[in-house]
């Protein structure tokens, strides 16, 4: 039973990361680019909802609605401003821009506000404990899980259901053919912005919530572990980056990768191969290991492996031309 009970709390943490996981996988099935902002977007939510409750007065989804519509807003002055002019820019110049614009944001707030941390009302939600079948489980945590996924079935009915969704796929599968079909593909681009940044706006406030303590810095290590969900799951697959989210919340999944990271970087020969069933791709390295000495010379052998990642191929990608329009 108190396996189930941290099962349910383990997901709605990572139904959080799932939103913010969410951001990084639309830009990158949009326009190929890892906005490394994001996790900072994510702390700009998470001051706008605080203050709307502290300073407006407003309730949870009232407030949740502002940080939403502000991280909308902050995320197409981020592209309009940054990353536009970089479009057919190198990519080293695209990374390094998206590193400072998240430096630039974290140290304004700084220098607007101090960085000293602030603290969700505990009284915004009741947190009730709830008894299942034997399970006692925190009514925040389910409304947390619940909140997080209808704004993810949200997601799934605009980019499958809407005009602006049908925009996102085609421009995602070809950018130049979409625009001779009369698509604004800069404007797409910008919406792609937007809504990624008001689900981490979103994530933000519940973050808020979750752990109560909001500082200025504090997306770089969300941000981190949701681009990690986000490569996990698939980066540029919606379903994968929801999936990936719910399993950020284990530790070892951070582990795995950085160890994973460490023999990639070791062997010196690291590369991707598509596969059909993991659309995310498979990593596969050589790895030199010590055979023996012979005549005073180290004599070496090839050793090599592979690892799969991501998730089947049905999965469906929400970026992708649907044949049924």
């Known amino acids: 039973m108190e396996l189930i009970q941290q099962l349910v709390n383990g997901i709605s943490l990572g139904s959080i990361y799932a939103l913010i996981a969410l951001g990084y996988t639309m830009v990158y099935g949009i326009v190929r680019l890892i906005n490394f902002a994001h996790g900072d977007v994510f702390m700009i939510g998470s001051f706008v909802g ?20 502000a991280c909308a807003v902050l995320g197409v002055v981020i592209e309009r401003i940054a990353y536009k002019p970089l ?21 304004v707030i700084i220098y607007l506000r101090g960085a000293q941390p602030e603290a ?4 915004l939600l009741s947190d009730r404990n709830l008894e299942l079948f034997g399970v006692v489980i925190s009514s925040q945590s389910l409304f947390i899980l619940g909140t997080s996924l209808v704004l993810m079935v949200l997601l799934q009915f605009i980019v499958h259901r809407t005009k602006i969704g049908k925009a996102m796929r085609a421009v995602s599968h070809d950018a130049e053919a979409a625009r001779l079909m009369g698509i604004n593909v800069d404007n797409t681009i910008s919406a792609t912005f937007a809504i990624g940044s008001a689900l981490a706006g979103a994530a933000g406030v ?39 989210g719910a399993f950020a919340w284990r530790h070892r999944i951070a582990r795995q990768r950085a160890r994973l990271l460490a023999l990639a970087r070791r062997s010196g020969v690291c590369h991707f191969n598509s596969h059909p069933h993991f659309p995310a791709g498979r ?26 990642f991501g998730f089947p191929s049905y999965w469906p990608s929400p970026f992708s031309l649907l044949s049924s329009g």
């Open 120 to 123: 969700y009302p505990s009284t």
């Open 206 to 244: 519940i973050f808020g919530i979750y752990y109560t303590k909001i500082d200025p810095l504090m997306g770089i290590l969300p941000g981190l572990k949701a681009f990690v969900a986000a490569v996990l799951g698939g980066i540029g697959i919606i379903p994968g980056a929801m999936v990936g």
């Open 50 to 69: 605080f203050y709307a409750v502290t300073m407006l007065g407003v309730g949870f989804f009232p407030a949740l609605l502002l940080a939403m519509a």
């Open 87 to 107: 479009r057919n820019a190198t990519r080293i110049a695209v990374l390094i821009t998206a590193i400072g614009v998240s430096l630039l944001i974290e140290y």
């Open 283 to 308: 990593i596969v390295w050589q790895e030199r290991t010590r055979k023996s000495v012979k005549d005073g010379r180290e004599q070496w052998q090839l050793g090599s492996g592979r690892v799969d």
